[in-house]
């Protein structure tokens, strides 16, 4: 079973969100001197809505606007009449004029939501043939080719996606909204180089925090380090711009400082992230948590959507339920993500011992990210551990062993280990756990070596009535890692607790 997401890196790489949701969340309004100047094709919108006074007309007229951050009474006048047509199929035409008029309704944000990712890959099926039907209308709506590539890579259209997606950057390549969702757009669909390629040639990026902050960590995840470093660190000083706006790029300069051993700085740029953050600012801050020896001010419990943050949270102070409870939330909100479904799988799996749960969890989740390899092995443990041996073969199947780093294949290394004890083959299970945890220990992921050292020791208790050497060790690793579920479990078996 792989660790909790939390112990792998963890960037402030943006959210991809529709463009609803973008609003509700204060994402897509940049401060007032980052609005780029009107084009002259803007103000021949303006002219063409003054003389025909037609639906296509102000739709094209009011998503516009809202890319420039352009205010005017006469748009005003656009968005108020596409209201008045009272059209129940113009969904997100109506959507641009509430956004742009400041009528915007409240979402429950999943917290009363049971539908699970399969009903919401259903309803998501509709949206993506209004959106088509609408994108044959207005097809210079960049707003709507982004939110189509959205639907597309939800039902898994990841080459769609990316077309769509490229149209909604030929429209507008220099507006915030845009370029985040492309950001996440290019990597969910594999192709890094171009992410960062439109991150680098705007110029927008290099004066909005939130795309700096974007192309920042973007870089870092590529291993790209950005030249913009120093620029950011000017802006976080400058008092320019409002705090939400800086939330990330704190962040992301916090995180980065913290990783090259500048706690100093790192707090203070963590203690500004959270002046006023949004959620993903705040997950960033738990996630540094652990890795801190300082205190960081607490989370304001008003954020919407702060669900991977309460996930945490709620995981480091044991209360598993509700913390599983919380990451499906977090599912339903990035499920694009295979991060929240790796830590809902491990707190079922590892935290719970609810397997059928882990199961589930994963069995939805790949639909969206199919070739995930840490999911399919997460997939296999929790089905080798309810003794469905020719089932977790077939979920490793699909991964070819030549793509994985050193980490990964002490993983599957142990999960290997796994289903060999419960076929009933001990020496060659015992002889793969060994390889594992002393390719754990080469690597310093003591972390993961006291995961393999417990779920080992469990299965020689089972065969063989063995294994407490190693569930001691267990013991001590997790100690050492803050790992308490493996602690807790591990006395449990010795008879401790």
């Known amino acids: 079973m792989s660790m909790p997401a939390e112990v792998k890196e963890r960037l402030l790489l943006p959210r991809w969100l529709t463009f609803q949701n973008a609003v509700k969340l204060g994402e897509t309004h940049p401060d007032a001197e980052l609005s780029l100047p009107a084009t002259t094709s803007f103000f021949d919108k303006i002219r063409d809505w003054t003389i025909y006074r037609e639906l296509p007309y102000a739709i094209d007229l009011v998503g516009t606007a809202l890319l420039v951050d352009f205010r005017d009474a006469i748009v005003e006048e656009a968005a108020r009449f596409i209201l008045d047509q009272n059209n129940r199929e113009m969904n997100l035409a109506e959507e641009l004029a509430r956004t742009y008029l400041g009528i915007i309704g409240v979402d429950q944000w999943g917290e009363k939501n049971n539908d699970g990712l399969s009903l919401c890959a259903q309803k998501a099926k509709g949206k993506l043939g209004a959106l088509r039907a609408l994108s044959k209308q207005y097809d210079r709506n960049p707003i709507l080719w982004c939110d189509l590539a959205y639907y597309h890579a939800l039902l898994g259209h990841d080459k769609k996606s990316e077309r769509c ?84 790029l704190a962040g992301t300069i916090g995180t980065i400082e913290l990783r090259e051993g500048a706690k100093k700085k790192s707090k203070k740029l963590f203690i500004q992230s959270l002046i006023d953050p949004n959620e993903n600012a705040a997950a960033q801050a738990e996630w540094v948590n652990k890795d801190l020896d300082f205190t960081l001010p607490p989370i304001a419990k008003d954020i919407p959507c702060r669900y991977e943050a309460d996930s945490r949270i709620l995981y480091r102070e044991k209360d598993y339920e509700a913390s599983l409870e919380k990451a499906n939330q977090w599912l339903l909100f990035q499920p694009f993500s295979s991060r929240p479904a790796l830590f ?74 796994l289903i060999n004890y419960r076929s009933g083959e001990r020496e060659e299970g015992k002889a793969l756990y060994e390889t594992a945890v002393n390719n754990f220990k080469k690597l310093k992921d003591l972390q993961r070596a006291a995961l393999a050292l417990f779920f080992w020791g469990r299965e020689e208790r089972r065969l063989a009535g063995e294994g407490d050497a190693i569930l001691k060790e267990s013991i001590e690793l997790g100690k050492s890692q803050n790992l308490f579920e493996i602690q807790d479990r591990a006395l449990l078996l010795l008879g401790h607790k």
């Open 165 to 248: 997606m490229e149209v909604a950057l030929g429209l507008a390549h220099e507006n915030r909204f845009i370029l985040r969702a492309a950001t996440r757009c290019f990597l969910h669909v594999g192709d890094h180089e171009k992410a960062l390629y439109h991150l680098r040639r705007s110029q927008l990026a290099k004066i909005d925090p939130w795309l700096l902050s974007t192309e920042i960590a973007t870089g870092e995840a590529l291993q790209k380090r950005s030249k913009n470093i120093k620029l950011a660190q000017s802006i976080l000083h400058s008092q320019s711009f409002s705090p939400r706006s800086l939330s990330e």
């Open 344 to 417: 809902a799988s491990y707190i079922a799996a590892v935290c719970l011992e609810d397997y059928h749960a882990a199961i589930d969890i994963i069995n939805e989740t790949k639909q969206f990210s199919p070739h995930n390899p840490t999911l399919s092995n997460n997939l296999a443990f929790a089905l080798a551990s309810l003794d469905r041996v020719d089932e977790a073969k077939i979920a490793l199947f699909s991964v070819d062993p030549e793509t994985l780093d050193p980490t990964d294949k002490s993983i599957f290394a142990a999960t290997y280990g």
